[in-house]
């Protein structure tokens, strides 16, 4: 293969006065072509994120830089106990997250493996709660669940569960936000893994039939894992979508009520720009950020283990 | 092992018939193959018997029992198909061993049977392969060890040589040949290719537009066609078919000009009849020719040739040729056969039925 006008062939190459293999002339040539776009890559994220990492370790507000604390916001971090309140929640709202929208999206897209009637038309309006925009449905389940005058808690109030306050009771607050995320997550997941369903070659279903393989045992030996790759990719990019979550949450509840549904994103959010502490705020997030690129690295590494199909 | 019947038995989509009405008796042990093109309804009418297809009307018997609502596994069958279905995840042992796993075989078992399967197929250094590591042959083989580890009653072909290139597919074709011997199994085995279907069968349906054409030995498809369309079908090249007519007597004029000696059939005078005659039994000696056709287009295969010629009728015919006569473009050829291989057709497409046997000469005809 050649790229561009490069000549590479397989005696390789002149490259000025230097002799190069083929190989070397060809990985050269990548680079080159890599190169604007690492440029612009650095200058766009690079640049923020290095200021970032400086302004974690000055104490300063908004409006200075303060002084040069090192580790200092870190340290501090660390011993915050609302810190690791927000990380249980963190932890609690991203598993739900990602695990309740896939077995929703992953259940109804099996659902929807055999016709019937509608089937088009129900495939759109399951798709609704992803397109609708998440400030109108934040807006619509306030509607439906914030008072206890709402429809919701008006309707369990009337089949005799008494009076739950769906919002206000923290316990209750953590559940709501938690379902609302699977709610506006499971879309996602029934596209991704409806098309994985799709990929599986139906003769290898049939071949699985005629060896008496059916029902739970076919969910279990054949489609769970031979759409196990996509579901570890769905589940990483879910997992990058929950933690890094901020409307859904602030939306609902602000991270209240006694900061039961913060999680790390909100804190920081109000770290930096409700506390005015910058330093404090993006030390959080700089921790977070080291937190997911680990854990996106133990997963990456987990499917390629799996090296399925 | 099985007997299989199927009883009135039509599949349809809708309006759509795809197998309409159709009875056939599978004899327990049989080397069953379904012939024909494709859209005929050869591979529903086998899933129906797998149990994979629902059946729209009439019944499936399996010794004599009715297994329409039986489920594929209980009604013993196990099928290798088109591009073989392996499990993409597991590895050719646990491919092999899957239904006795499904079955509840025992771990010992299972690895006992499975090494069988694999010594029989000659697979045993692939067993911890995945089947994306394998190639076509590979993958055909550990999709019929899967199907022999099962011991079923009845195997079922859909295809199964399709994919493979044309040397492995005539090496493939004598394994199965020979696991049918050694088995001796009831195998029902689908295919559009009609030399596949000759070099195995013990009978062989041929399907049209899911409606059984003709059913028989090979060499009964081969020499008794009951209409064009088996004529057509079996033997390659194939048939050649010349427009006629019964001109009385057992008479019959070709298109192309000369007349046959045909007695014995059952034809009424004037009918319009189509005359089949194959390659092989075509004559190219002077003394003994009937028509004359130019050659157009010669395919030497070594030990013998096929002459495309056209007639003066413009109708086209192939001629086979061995090696002492060696046609050449553009050369007339003299064309002539022994009235003991020709084939009368009536215009419905039925072959013309034969009054008596001991009518019927054994000469060759000039052209008149």
Redesign the interface.
């Known amino acids: 293969m050649t790229l561009g006008t490069a000549k590479i062939d397989k005696k390789g190459t002149r490259f000025g006065n230097t002799a190069l293999s083929a190989t070397q002339a060809r990985r050269l040539t990548l680079a080159g072509l890599a190169l604007p776009s690492i440029l612009l890559m650095v200058a766009i994220n690079g640049y923020p994120i290095l200021f970032a990492a400086f302004q974690s370790m000055y104490d300063g507000s908004l409006l200075n830089w303060g002084e040069f604390v090192g580790f200092g916001n870190y340290a501090e971090v660390f011993r915050d106990p609302a810190f690791w309140r927000a990380v249980r929640f963190t932890v609690i709202f991203t598993m739900a997250g990602v695990l309740g929208s896939w077995a929703v999206g992953f259940g109804l897209a099996l659902l929807m493996l055999k016709p019937f009637p509608g089937r088009a038309l129900f495939r759109v309006l399951l798709l609704l709660p992803w397109i609708v925009p998440i400030v109108v449905s934040s807006m619509s389940w306030n509607w439906l669940l914030a008072t206890p005058y709402s429809l919701l808690p008006q309707a369990v109030e009337a089949i005799g569960l008494g009076r739950v306050m769906f919002l206000a009771d923290p316990t209750m607050a953590m559940i709501t936000v938690c379902v609302f995320k699977v709610w506006i997550s499971y879309p996602f997941m029934l596209m991704i893994m409806g098309g994985a369903l799709q990929a599986i070659d139906k003769n290898v279903m049939e071949a699985a039939e005629v060896d008496g393989c059916s029902g739970l045992r076919r969910l279990r030996h054949m489609i769970l894992p031979m759409t196990a790759r996509t579901t570890y990719i769905a589940w990483i990019l879910m997992v990058f979508f929950s933690v890094n979550d901020f409307p859904t949450i602030y939306l609902l509840t602000g991270g209240g009520p006694l900061s039961s549904t913060t999680t790390l994103i909100v804190m920081a959010y109000r770290t930096v720009f409700q506390d005015f502490l910058p330093g404090y705020g993006v030390a959080i997030s700089f921790i977070v950020t080291i937190a997911l690129v680990a854990l996106s690295i133990f997963l990456l590494r987990q499917i390629r283990k799996s090296s399925l199909q | 092992m099985a007997r299989i019947e199927l009883k009135n038995v039509s599949k349809s989509y809708g309006n759509h018939e795809v197998v309409w009405d159709l009875d056939l008796v599978i004899p327990d042990g049989s080397l069953t193959v379904f012939v024909g093109p494709s859209g005929c309804g050869k591979s529903t009418l086998l899933r129906m018997i797998?149990?994979?297809e629902d059946i729209s009307a009439g019944d499936v018997l399996f010794d004599g029992e009715r297994a329409n609502d039986v489920?594929?596994?209980r009604r013993g069958?196990?099928?290798v198909?088109?591009?073989y279905?392996?499990?993409?995840?597991l590895t050719v042992r646990d491919n092999i061993g899957?239904?006795l796993k499904?079955?509840g075989a025992g771990k010992d078992e299972i690895r006992e049977r499975v090494d069988e399967a694999a010594d029989t197929l000659h697979i045993e250094p692939l067993l911890d392969r995945r089947p994306?590591a394998l190639s076509g042959g590979q993958r055909q083989r550990v999709a019929i060890g899967?199907a022999i580890v099962?011991d079923p009653t009845v195997f079922l072909f859909d295809e199964p040589l399709s994919n493979l290139d044309a040397e492995l597919r005539v090496v493939m074709r004598v394994e199965i040949a020979k696991l049918h011997q050694q088995l001796r199994a009831t195998m029902i085995y689908v295919t559009h290719d009609q030399v596949e279907a000759m070099t195995l069968a013990d009978q062989i349906v041929v399907l049209r537009a899911g409606q059984i054409e003709q059913i028989g030995t090979a060499d009964e498809l081969f020499s008794e066609p009951r209409n064009l369309f088996v004529a057509g079908f079996i033997g390659s090249p194939q048939m050649n078919f010349l427009k006629g007519r019964h001109i009385g007597g057992g008479n019959i004029e070709l298109a192309a000009g000369g007349r046959l000696h045909m007695p014995g059939h059952e034809l009424a005078d004037g009918e319009p009849v189509t005359v089949g005659i194959r390659p092989e039994h075509i004559v190219t000696q002077s003394e003994t020719s009937l028509v004359s056709g130019r050659v157009d287009v010669v395919e030497n295969l070594g030990g013998v040739r096929f002459a495309h010629t056209t007639l003066p009728s413009d109708e086209t015919m192939v001629v086979e040729s061995r090696a002492d006569v060696r046609p050449k473009p553009g050369d007339n050829l003299s064309i002539g056969f022994s009235n003991r291989h020709v084939h009368i057709f009536r215009e419905s497409g039925e072959a013309a039925n034969r009054l008596t046997e001991s009518a019927i000469g054994d000469s060759f005809r000039r052209v008149e």
């Open positions: 797998a149990g994979l489920s594929p596994v069958v196990a099928m198909f088109q591009n279905a392996l499990y993409p995840h899957f239904g499904m079955a994306a899967r099962r």
